[in-house]
């Protein structure tokens, strides 16, 4: 399925398949799709059968149907709550140690058969590096149980600095779906950006590594070395010649 959307002006891409290539290109004007025999394409909810299709882009994108599909992702608002929901000097009860100055980085995600609770990773910033903890609630308004999921490296490691947890991989990244985590060889797994020095906020040149966990709690650093850095193999752009930041995990196929 291809679902162009307004705010792209041009661009294009190609799918293969056993048949050949499948060829989308849009532009300002019109939408150019090439559909090689023995296959179809289904775009904006109709299917389009081998042959060269030129469609005007206001035939497909048009306000009414924006105005239709993004209905039901509309109408966001603030909580009535008065106060965060984290708030930047959370208390921690169990790690009377940790003094934290700013919290950042809440993703919200559910573990596998618990539809009723809830969970946020969110990372704190002591004012020298940071750690990621991970909160509950049942209500996604009022929040607890705040608990330390993954600290520090140690000394020399690519993540010293700090873990910032939160690209996990989700049984579903269907946009209606909830964010549930998903078990593979009995673990759960996040990338995470991470950060060799401390004593700043997000210090250059940052770092991607691997983390698993057995409950979705607590979380390790699965392997011992960043999966991508500015010194990783391979040519490194112009535009990430200085820093990495955080990733994102998807599934695709057996991928």
């Known amino acids: 399925r291809c679902d162009p959307l307004t705010s792209i002006s041009s661009g294009s891409t190609t799918l293969e398949t056993d048949h050949g290539k499948i060829i989308v290109e849009l532009d300002t004007k019109e939408i150019r799709i090439s559909v090689p025999p ?14 060269e299709y030129c469609i005007p882009r206001k035939k497909i994108i048009s306000e009414e149907n924006i105005q239709v599909w993004s209905e039901k992702f509309r109408g966001w608002h ?3 709550l008065p106060n965060h929901v984290i708030p930047p000097s959370p208390e921690i009860l ?9 919290t950042d980085v809440p993703t919200v995600f559910q573990l596998p058969g618990n539809n009723d609770l809830f969970f946020m990773s969110f990372v704190g910033f002591d004012g020298d590096g940071y750690q990621s903890f991970i909160a ?19 000394v020399g490691s690519f993540d010293h600095g700090g873990v910032v947890l939160g690209a996990y991989l989700y049984e579903s990244y ?13 673990k759960f797994f996040s990338l995470y950006g991470a950060y060799a020095k401390k004593g700043t906020y997000e210090p250059d040149p940052g770092f991607q590594g691997l983390a698993s966990s057995e409950d979705g709690l607590v979380w390790k650093r699965e392997i011992d070395e960043s999966i991508l850095s500015i010194f990783s193999p391979g040519v490194v752009g112009k535009w990430e010649k200085d820093s990495i930041y955080q990733p994102w995990l998807l599934e695709h196929g057996s991928l």
């Open 174 to 186: 269907d946009i209606s779906a909830p964010r549930v985590l998903k078990r593979v060889d009995g």
């Open 136 to 154: 509950e609630s049942n209500d996604l308004l009022r929040w607890e149980n705040i608990r330390l999921a993954m600290s520090y490296g140690e």
């Open 38 to 51: 023995g296959t179809e394409m289904i775009l904006m909810d109709k299917i389009y059968n081998s042959g």
């Open 94 to 102: 169990a790690y009377q140690g940790i003094d934290i100055i700013m």
């Open 78 to 80: 603030y909580s009535v």
